[in-house]
């Protein structure tokens, strides 16, 4: 039987994020329980690695704007590359919607952004269909960063403090004693603690479980598209996204692993991004996707992107899928699409979950959040109690729109 203070159950970004939060507060009686041979092979390891602060909900915008500046300041090299996130409407209403989300942008401290005509966007996009298009919102500072150096970063600052990794550790249930979190079962056998944060991405569901906890988490697949365009993207071509559809395109950038690096406690490889000129990702949210834990990418899915890219950019309808580099992750959704922060009915055991594909992005202040309800009862640099996960008994859910 081992033992640790503060057991975190997923070795993802979120996970490493909170390691690591800890650790700077000084609390080194920390264990990562990582169920696979190396960190990454999870909802991580598929991000595309966006990042903003063009959201509808103030905590959502709040949650950007800490994280922001912190991968701006970072002593780590994460990737930060400000390229922008453009978003488009093809009706009045959708453009309303957009304008409104500007003001309270601009009012909640966000620099930068700002609402853009069809004409603007032409010029952001050369060779983009603008015919139908009645304006859009704009956001300088968004942009891109390296999911796995940023997991990295996290996990070696964590280790560095005197946390530690267990590679190949697959929890399978959380043991209590009353209403207090007692201990870890894993395949490698028990593992007694304080406190438990689970961080297991889309399948937290079955775990929270075995605490008597109903998380409502829901997996659900996304697939994207890689191509190779004739000729090269347009210099600078930022994130863009169809807000009526959730259509979107941006630059590829592929994450690799330069494994000759990698220490021999596994920690972790080091790795780079790279990108050609002329390769881009696009992708939508298929209405019709059903909920389940399916990572694999279908050929079908091929067509439906097209038909879209067809009417929005010749340049990506003449594109050539890059068919081995297609892939499929997973979302981890909640009824209202934002995340599950903090404490829950059962002493010591807290959640970070449902983060619906903007967990990377937010992984900086969902890790310090967690950490301060962990040793002080709760968040003080920034109130996330609206994420608490009594909020769906409470039928207080949020609304966000500008989820892709």
């Given amino acids: 039987m081992k033992n640790a203070e503060i057991v975190i159950i ?5 996970g ?3 390691a690591y939060h800890l650790t700077q507060r000084g609390i080194k009686d920390v264990l990562i329980l990582e169920s696979e041979p190396v960190q990454g092979r999870g909802s991580t390891g598929k991000a595309t690695g966006g990042f903003r602060a063009q959201f509808e909900t103030e905590i959502n915008i709040n949650l950007s704007l800490y994280s922001i ?9 994460c990737g930060y590359d400000p390229r922008g996130y453009l978003f488009f409407a093809t009706t009045d209403a959708q453009l309303e919607y957009l304008k409104r989300n500007v003001e309270k942008q601009k009012q909640l401290g966000v620099r930068d952004v700002e609402s853009v005509d069809p004409a603007t966007i032409g010029e952001i996009v050369p060779g983009m269909n603008c015919d139908d298009i009645t304006g859009g919102s704009f956001g300088k500072q968004d942009g891109f ?3 796995l150096a940023v997991m990295r970063g996290f996990t070696e600052k964590a280790l ?3 946390a530690r990794i267990e590679f190949g550790c697959r929890a399978l249930g959380i043991e209590t004693a009353g209403s207090r979190v007692s201990a870890i079962n894993t395949e490698s056998g028990k593992i007694e603690c304080d406190s438990v944060v689970l961080c297991t991405g889309a399948l937290a569901k079955d775990l929270a479980a075995t605490a008597g906890i109903a998380l409502p988490v829901e997996p659900q697949r996304r697939q994207i598209v890689w191509a190779r365009t004739r000729k090269p993207l347009p210099p600078e071509l930022p994130m863009v996204i169809d807000i009526g559809t959730g259509f979107h395109f941006r630059p590829a950038i592929e994450f690799s692993v330069d494994r000759t690096t990698a220490s021999a406690k596994r920690v972790h490889p080091s790795f780079e991004s790279r990108g050609a000129a002329s390769e881009v990702l696009f992708a939508y949210p298929d209405p019709n996707e059903p909920s389940s834990a ?4 279908e050929d079908s899915f091929i067509e439906k992107v097209y038909d879209r890219a067809k009417k929005r950019a010749q340049f990506l309808f003449e594109s050539e899928v890059v068919r081995e580099k297609c892939r499929a992750g997973l979302y981890e959704n909640t009824p209202d699409h934002h995340a599950i922060l903090g404490g829950c009915e059962i002493d010591g055991l807290y959640l970070a979950n ?3 594909g903007h967990g990377v992005m937010h992984s900086p202040a969902t890790g310090r959040a967690i950490a301060e309800t962990i040793l002080d009862g709760k968040s003080t640099f920034l109130d996330v109690s609206s994420l608490s996960i009594d909020r769906f008994a409470r039928g207080e859910l949020l ?3 500008a989820f892709i």
């Fill in 10 to 14: 997923g070795g993802g970004v979120v």
């Fill in 145 to 147: 960063i390296n999911p």
């Fill in 16 to 18: 490493a994020s909170v």
């Fill in 294 to 297: 399916r990572t694999d990418f």
């Fill in 69 to 77: 500046d912190f991968f701006r300041e970072w002593e780590i090299d």
């Fill in 160 to 162: 560095a403090n005197g």
């Fill in 354 to 356: 449902g983060f619906s």
């Fill in 399 to 401: 609304h966000e729109t």
